[in-house]
Each structure stands twice: as structure tokens, then as C-alpha cells.
């Protein structure tokens, strides 16, 4: 490897610049080596990548695309180094200068062309919808943030469908948001295109203005992480677990289908949980099933296993051997559970194909907790209930 020493002033100044003020507060002490979760499965080193940064050595290509942004390493850290700023500033630095990964350049591209990151239509970003659900309007009580994964992956158009259902029978106004916004940009920013998150970003903020939006709700933690620490504005952002749960709290929704001993497992998302604090909520959904039977894997709540798929992993090529998510399917599979419940599109995208990889559809099922609460509320998707107003 070379490790050619270049200006340091010079590299580090510009990671920096680009948001990555950090880089001065790490000491090296390794705390995040062996704090993260891709240590023992692959080359990917946070230490030795912040150490590159800082002292300007050549190979920080190497590691610099490692990182799912889990945060594991951020709260371990006993100076409270931001390490997801850095990573995103050497991202930022260094992707400009064309060291873009292959299999990252076609996310790029697409949210660059169509403000996606799935190649989809813009045009169809709301045709999973069928005409039955609202646009939102103002004076709304929610707009109901249906993120690009919800809106163009199949698996995770269930879980839109389900969402909009639960809304429904909770009595709310809400409304999903027009074709023409674009996606909120979280994961293009954490692999480092700044100036193409800053243009997505003020597109959905004018549509939040000129909509005269103040309550958000999304299914994706990563939506909610990105609009609360992002944005920059003060709007009212809520993952709708959080909603679910305190409904089920006031009676509003009354849980009834008896799942006859069905066990269950949860797996923390890392933006609901470590980037949002929001842990409780979804457990507490699971536990008012009837007939569920709730187990805790090993590493749950603060130190719930990554899924891989932050920072722009949902989109990266990863060799067998060095997917987080099969690993977290055979940590499910351990407790027993036949159901892994989470509460994230992204993690269900790399859970589903996890499953796929390993030949193991036949023993455990992916759902979202949002889908297990519909199903517990004795409601098919594909027959929409309570009032809906055309597309």
C-alpha cells in the first residue's frame, strides 16, 4: 500500500472545510475499532481511516467507503468524536475527485436525473397508491413523508399501504406528499455529495413551505434522522411507531387477531434507535399482539446490530462473508423467533435479501412492525378502509 505523505495542511484543511471539524478531536485511542461492527468481517478500519485523514497518507480510498454511519462508534467514543462528520467530509473531499465507487455511481446518478435513488419515474412516485389515498393539503394534521423506498421497491410498498391504512383507521388527516418532491437526500449525503443533498433539500423544503407543512410523519428512520438534524427547519417529525404506540396506549387502535404463540424478535434500526433515540415504541407494539410472544436477540437497543444498509450500503456491493445483514438473520434465528420484526424500509430491503442468500425464507419472515399491527387489526391491505380522497 502506498502511504505517500501529502500536504497536510492542504488534505485535512479540505476535510475540514467540508464538515469534518472532528478530524482535530481524535486521539487514537481505538475505542471505534473495536467498537464497530464490520472489525471482525471485513478490512474496514474507522481508526486507521481517521488517522489517514489526519496526517494526509494516500490508500484512504481504501476504508473510506466502509462505514454504514451505524453510530455505535460515535456513542462509545469517550470524546464524543463526531466520526459520521468525518467520514462524510472525506467522502465529500475525495468522490469529487472521481473515487466514487462503481456500484455507487448509478445511486448518484439517478437521485442527480430523477430525484430518486431507484431509477424510478418521478411521475409514478405515488402510483403504488392506486388512487386511494390522499394528497396531502394544507391544514392537514400530517403530511405523511412516503419516502423513494416506500414509493418504488415493491417489498417495501406493503409497508406505504399498510402505513396509510393504520393512519386511517387512527381518525387523522394526513395526506402523502405530491410527485414533484424528491427524496430527503440522508443517504447521498452520508456518501458525500453536499452540493447535490443541499439542491434536493431545498426543493422539499419549498414544497413544505408553499404547503404550509408542520407536522411530518415517515416511516424511515432515516427520513426522520435527515429532516430533524439536516434540514435546518423547525418542523414536528415523528416516525409513526411513536404515533402507533400511543394510539394502541388510548384505545384509539384496539389490537384483536390472537397470532397463537407466534415468536417474535425486533431489530433496532441504527437512525430510529442511536440516531433517534426511539426504542421503546416499536416494543411496545409487539408486546400488545395478541398471542406474540416477544424475545430480545442478544444485542438489541443501544446495542442493536447494524443491518448495513446506512451510509449508502443499501447500495453497495458487498462480498459473501461481509453482509451485517446475514449475520443479524442468524443472531434472529437463534432466539427461536420465526418473525423478525423492524421498523425500517431500509432494513427490511437487506434483511429480505439476506433471507434470500442464506435459503432460509422457509424459517423466518421479514415484516415491519406497522404491517404485524394491520394484521393484528384484522385489515387487508388491498381493501382500504375509512375515508380516502383521490390522487
Known sequence: MSQTVTPYLEMSQAIMEAGGEALKKCYQCGTCS????????????????????????????????GC?????????????????????????????????????????????????????????????AKGKYPVYTPGMDYLFWTCCTVCYDPRNTRLAKAASEILNLAGVSWGMPSADVNCCGESLRKVGDAELFERLKNKNLDYFKSNEVSRILTVSPHCLATFNNDYGADYDVTHLSELMSQWIKDG????????????????????????????DAPRDILR???????????????????????????????????RLSDLRIEEAMGTGATVLATACPYCITMFEDSVRTLNVDGQIQIRDVTELLLESLEINIDEPVGDACAI
Open 68 to 128: 454504514s454511519t451505524c453510530r455505535f462508534c460515535v456513542e462509545r467514543c469517550p470524546r464524543g468524536v463526531e466520526l459520521i462528520d468525518i467520514v462524510t467530509a472525506i467522502r465529500n473531499v475525495y468522490s469529487g475527485g472521481g473515487m466514487l465507487p462503481q456500484s455507487l455511481r448509478a445511486f448518484v446518478g439517478s437521485l442527480s436525473a430523477r430525484g430518486n435513488p431507484w431509477s424510478g419515474d418521478p411521475a409514478a412516485r405515488n402510483d403504488w
Open 252 to 279: 384509539k387502535l384496539v389490537p384483536k387477531k390472537d397470532f397463537g404463540g407466534l415468536t417474535v424478535t425486533y431489530h433496532d434500526p441504527c437512525y430510529l434507535g442511536r440516531h433517534s433515540k426511539v426504542y
Open 288 to 322: 400488545a399482539l395478541p398471542g406474540v410472544t416477544f424475545v430480545e436477540m442478544e444485542r438489541n437497543s443501544e446495542e442493536s446490530m447494524c443491518c448495513g444498509g446506512g451510509g449508502g450500503g443499501l447500495w453497495t456491493e458487498k462480498a459473501k462473508g461481509e
Open 34 to 65: 473495536g467498537t464497530c461492527p464490520w472489525t471482525p468481517i471485513t478490512h474496514f478500519n474507522i481508526r486507521k481511516l481517521v488517522r489517514y485523514g489526519q496526517l494526509g497518507l494516500d490508500g484512504i480510498e481504501e476504508f473510506m467507503w
